[in-house]
Structures are given as C-alpha cells and as structure tokens.
C-alpha cells in the first residue's frame, strides 16, 4: 500500500473493507467509494472546499433533534429523497412522493364522509376517490391514512406550543366495499421547509426559494399489496411547477372544483365549497 496514489487510493480504500462478498453491503460501499473519489478527483476538491463540505455536514448533524432531521431535509432538497421515491415506484402503481418529516402512525380514525376541517378556517374541500390495483379492481377495505397542512400552511403537531393538537389534520380513513373513499377537510396552503439551518444556507447560496407547492400526504395500505407513500397536488396553485423538494409528478396533480348546486356529491357531515378526485392504484406485493 505504500505506493498508493490518487489513481490506486480507490481500489485500496474499496479493499480495506472486508465485506462479505456479493452482499448488498459490498456493493453500496464500494460504489458509493468509487463515486466519492471520482468526484474529488473530477473537481479537482481544495482542503478548503474539503473541509466547508464536513463543516456543512457537521452543522446539519448539530441543528438535528428528534423532531427536526436536517440531513433528511438535505435530501429533499436535492433531488435525492425524490429519486429513491421514483426508483422505488412500481409500474402501474400510483407513483410515489415525499413522507415529509410529520407523519404519526397512529392517527385517529375518520368515518366515511366525516370531516376532517373540525371547523378550521378555510375552504372545505371534499376529497374522494378509489383505491384499485393495477388491473382496475376496486380494493374493498383499503386504509387511506392522511396528515396535511392548515389553511395557513401549518401543521397542527408545528403548534403544539400554543395548545393544538399533533392529531389534528390526521386521519385514517378505510375505504368501502368499492374501494371508494371521501372525507371533507380544510384546504391546505403552501409552506416553506425550514430554512434557519445549513439547508436554508445551502437553498439561498443557490437562490432557491424553500416553499413547497400545497399538497395533501398520504400512504395507502391493503393486504396483499404494496403499500404506497405519495401526495396528491392541485393544478393551478403555488409552486406547483417548482416544489422546493420535487415532489411534484404529473400523475399526482388533480382539480379543484368549486361545488355547485347541481353536483350529486356523497353524503358527507360539512357541506363542501370545492371538491377534488384522486384514484390511489396498488401494485401486489413482493
Ligand atoms: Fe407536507
């Protein structure tokens, strides 16, 4: 090893893990090395660019806590969390899209038609749609568990401080013997993902703006399927064509509708002024 250099340093560092040969591991390290060196070399990398990119990471890793991951947020807004998304997406199943950093899995469950609103401010819009696999059969029973927004472009469980509750704005929802499921609930706005921290450096150094377009998130389960992580979008609104972590897809954008009188809508608890329709599609498991 003592006559390594910058074009050996790679098979060497590669050789120096002793990872069990053909496992997954080997295979991500090593690429992973072998990306990382062919970048140093390419940019011909200064100690000082060296040592600002350990600093950055250093300081995603400092204004990281339980509730806020920096380096999660990180990968949004590079595309990244967005390519694992598109890659992981099987063919004919709704494509998928970001978590986001708020999801609770025990949200409270929503009966068919209930609304999710509970009087919040804002336009209550009616969401409804079916669940079917990729051959266009309804899923009878699907889970459509939901969190979103307010009409101000914040997230209930974001206030806790002033006496809101994090399950607000949640909801699991199980569809009916169709497959089809509808709920009211408040018409979210957009919000910007927190730019006080090194991604909020990272986002102005590169002037980027950090809001995303206003969207509703979901993961929609059923046995023997797939489950499937996405958000449904809105044509027309704000950052629609320029979402601060990519989430956006074509697939995932729908209308909104004002009601009128002469709309045959579900029986639903709150009268809708806007409705909305999204098929969610599962691919089978495995
Ligand atoms: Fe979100």
């Known amino acids: 090893m003592r006559d390594i250099n910058q074009f050996t340093i790679t098979e060497a560092v590669k050789k120096s893990f002793r990872t069990e040969e053909g496992s997954r591991l080997k295979f991500l390290l090593e690429t992973f090395i072998e990306h990382l060196h062919d970048y140093t070399r390419e940019t011909n990398l200064t100690h000082a660019e060296w040592i600002g990119i350990l600093n950055f990471l250093y ?73 079917r696999d990729s051959l266009g059969n309804p899923i009878p029973g699907a889970v459509i568990d939901t969190w979103q927004a307010d009409s101000a472009g914040t997230y209930p469980i974001q206030e806790q401080a002033s006496g809101q509750d994090k399950y607000d704005l949640r909801a699991i929802v199980t569809a009916d ?87 045959i809508l579900p029986p639903t608890d709150v009268k809708p002024d806007a409705k909305c329709h999204f098929d969610f599609v599962l691919a089978p498991a495995g």
């Open 59 to 131: 300081d995603c890793g400092q204004i990281s806590t339980p509730e806020r991951h920096e380096f999660i947020l990180l990968s949004d807004v590079l595309g990244f969390s967005a390519l694992v998304d598109m890659i992981n997406t099987r063919g004919g199943a709704t494509e998928g899209s970001n978590l986001g950093p708020f999801y609770l899995d025990d949200a409270p469950r929503l009966h068919l038609g209930g609304d999710l609103g509970k009087g919040r401010e804002g336009a209550v819009l009616l969401v409804q749609g079916q669940v």
């Open 177 to 263: 013997d169709n497959g089809e499921y509808w709920y009211t609930t408040v018409l979210p706005k957009p919000y910007t993902v927190p730019y006080d921290g090194p991604v909020g450096r990272l986002l102005r150094a590169g002037q980027r703006h950090a809001w995303r377009a206003s969207h509703l998130h979901y993961i929609i389960r059923a046995e023997g399927y797939r489950p499937i992580t996405t958000e449904m979008f809105f044509e027309g609104t704000d950052y629609i064509d320029n979402d601060a972590v990519f989430g956006v897809r074509r697939s995932l954008i729908t209308k909104l509708e004002a009601v009128k009188k002469t709309d």
